[in-house]
């Protein structure tokens, strides 16, 4: 019986697991579908020896024994286990209109420098104190200098000597965090730990320890616990050395790549935090009690039997949760749930001894830094507009643009010299699409909100330019967007097509939402219908890209080769970019389409998130 297992059969009990522990579940029907994929994948003898390769003889033994086992379904147990953790280095494009990527390189590295000094702060005094309780434990043997005195930095640095596995990894310094190109993509940086630490395989740990009691005291051992009914509180799971709160999933997922912890994302915490003090941090797992609309909000989800009040004392939450690290309360308990915004939990200034700062990857948080030089993207993502190969003087569409991050990158690489119309179903997302627009200095970008699977007029109208559409267009006095619903056939250069997904290729992903195959399937039906307003809309000779964060094929290699079926006035073309891998064989395209478009599964070697690209040309007329 697994530690989940075990914990479901306590009525009201916390679930609380390890990011180790924990398995990103999928519904029975969609597990069969996405594993039947892989079949002729594996089965293939190269690619089924690299498959047996990543498993040691334990895993593959317990794999075996599980029932209808096959190759296929331990290659998709690894993508889920490498998609509960995020890459191991944040990816950061540099907006090429306001700096070169050197200049952001440096600037950079110098914003890093305060993360740095807390983060090797921090571990100097969790060894002061790991040192300190060691001392305690010896019966004070040990001759100590008070805390503070000279020679105790010293002291401490020659304690975390020699500690190996996740405890040694956990207080390397992070002076080797750096910003590196990429070495594929010109306008990329990767921010993370250089060399070999750089791999999240040994960040990963459970929650801090809970104290046990001092047999002759009755009171708790070093640590100190910070509450007498220790008992009670351990035998919920909960730490006795740290008061603890929990965050919705998408705060939780943030803080996996090195964000902290905003007020909007806390639902429940434990009484009595204070400013300063470290708490442990989990993130929650179910239904309830999370906005899956804007990253954190602390509703309750429609509809969730789970969901539960924000603000709920720790003491009452039975739901099931993650351990994410420990961190340095900004605010009270009671600014947290009051606040409308602000920080509540710096995840990079944890003092406490033998607690895990964080489980995954050591990433700075990098959210709003440099916001007018660069932009956070997924290194496959950021793959997409070099691909479409925008030029200077070109009309270019990104039909699904929200929340705009390819089409600045659109505008970055054509130099603002051109015409990029951004368009997304929702206007609110339009709007914010827009303030990025100004931030980074995209003037070519036009923002409109338009649904474009109905995008194309077609009532025989004389035929306009998009340019002419938008210049003859007003402006809407609700929120300033242009009132333009399509444009003429054959209009548009380039075209960048990135649809609704079931987004299963993100990372971290902690929980997939989908209930069934048929719900999935959807997903498919609906990017059908941006194809064709696409190729309606692209010029002869001109480019189409389409591009997923999914791993379902149905809406990769089998929505491509539904095109090519389809429209046959399109075709593939090579990319020419040494990421990813082929696509998956018998999945409706032939070998020689199928090495043209680039794959990447989370568990590849690239360590990235799951994504898919394929590049159209629109045959010229004869």
């Not at 305060?114 to 790991?130: F, G, V, Y």
């Not at 351990?234 to 999933?249: C, K, M, N, Y």
């Not at 602390?298 to 924000?310: E, I, L, M, T, Y």
């Not at 961190?327 to 003092?351: E, H, I, N």
Request: aromatic share 4%; hydrophobic share 35%.
């Amino acid at each position: 019986m697994t530690k989940e297992d075990g914990q479901r059969s306590q009525a009201a009990v916390p679930i609380i697991l390890s990011l180790d522990e924990l398995r990103v579940d999928l519904a029975p029907d969609i597990r069969r579908h996405l594993a039947s994929q892989y079949e002729s994948l594996v089965s293939r003898s190269p690619f089924s020896s690299a498959v047996s390769e990543g498993d040691d003889d334990d895993s593959v033994r317990e794999s075996s024994s599980r029932p209808s086992s096959s190759a296929a379904e331990r290659h998709l147990d690894r993508i889920l286990d490498a998609m509960k953790r995020p890459p191991s280095a944040t990816c950061c494009r540099v907006n090429i209109i306001n700096s070169s990527v050197e200049e952001v390189r440096v600037r950079l590295d110098d914003a890093l420098g305060p993360w740095r000094e807390r983060r090797n702060a921090a571990r100097r005094l969790r060894l002061l104190r790991a040192a300190a309780a060691d001392d305690d434990s010896d019966g004070g043997r040990k001759r100590r200098r008070p805390e503070g005195s000279a020679g105790d930095e010293h002291d401490a640095e020659k304690e975390g000597e020699g500690r190996t596995g996740d405890e040694g990894e956990a207080d390397d310094d992070v002076d080797d965090m750096i910003a590196r190109p990429s070495g594929a993509l010109p306008d990329v940086l990767l921010v993370g730990r250089s060399g070999a630490r750089a791999s999240t395989a040994g960040a990963l740990r459970g929650p801090p320890p809970i104290a046990s009691p001092n047999s002759s005291s009755g009171e708790s051992s070093s640590p100190r616990a910070v509450f007498p009914n220790w008992e009670k509180r351990s035998e919920r799971g909960w730490p006795s050395t740290h008061r603890a709160l929990i965050v919705d999933r998408l705060c939780g997922e943030a803080v996996l790549r090195g964000s902290d912890v905003f007020v909007r994302g806390v639902l429940a915490a434990d009484a009595g935090i204070a400013e300063g003090e470290d708490l442990a941090v989990y993130a929650h797992l179910d239904g309830g009690g999370e906005d899956e609309g804007d990253g954190g909000g602390g509703k309750k989800s429609a509809g969730s039997a789970k969901a539960f009040p924000r603000g709920l004392l720790l003491e009452r939450y039975g739901g099931r949760c993650v351990f994410l690290g420990t961190g340095a309360a900004r605010c009270g308990r009671a600014d947290m749930f009051r606040l409308p915004r602000g920080l509540a939990v710096d995840m990079s200034s944890s003092s406490s001894a033998g607690a895990a700062a964080a489980v995954g990857p050591d990433l700075p948080p990098l959210n709003g830094v440099l916001e007018s030089e660069m932009m956070l993207q997924n290194l496959p993502s950021a793959m997409v507009a070099h691909v479409l190969g925008p030029r200077s003087g070109e009309a270019i569409l990104d039909m699904c643009s929200a929340p705009g991050g390819k089409a600045c990158h659109v505008a970055s690489l054509m130099r603002n010299e051109g015409l990029v119309v951004a368009c997304d179903r929702s206007r609110g997302k339009v709007v914010l699409a827009r303030e990025k627009f100004k931030t980074v200095g995209a003037t070519c970008v036009v923002p409109l909100a338009l649904n474009s699977t109905r995008c194309v007029v077609r009532d025989g109208s004389p035929w306009r330019s998009p340019k002419e559409i938008i210049e003859s267009a007003s402006a809407t006095k609700k929120d300033g967007l242009l009132d333009v619903k399509a444009f003429h056939p054959e209009s548009f250069d380039r075209i960048l097509l990135d649809p609704p997904c079931s987004a299963l290729g993100l990372r971290p992903k902690l929980r997939v939402d989908i209930k069934t195959l048929r719900d999935l399937s959807k997903h498919a039906e609906y990017q059908r219908r941006f194809a064709s307003e696409a190729v309606a809309l692209l010029k002869p000779g001109g480019t189409m890209t389409w591009s997923t964060c999914t791993i379902d094929a149905s809406e990769n290699e089998e929505m491509v080769g539904h095109v090519l079926r389809e429209f046959p006035s399109m075709e593939l073309a090579p990319i020419p970019f040494d990421l990813g891998r082929a696509g998956l064989p018998e999945r409706g395209l032939s070998d020689a389409e199928r090495c043209m478009v680039r794959r990447f599964d989370p568990c590849d070697d690239g360590d990235t998130m799951g994504f898919f690209v394929a590049k159209f040309v629109k045959k010229a007329r004869s």
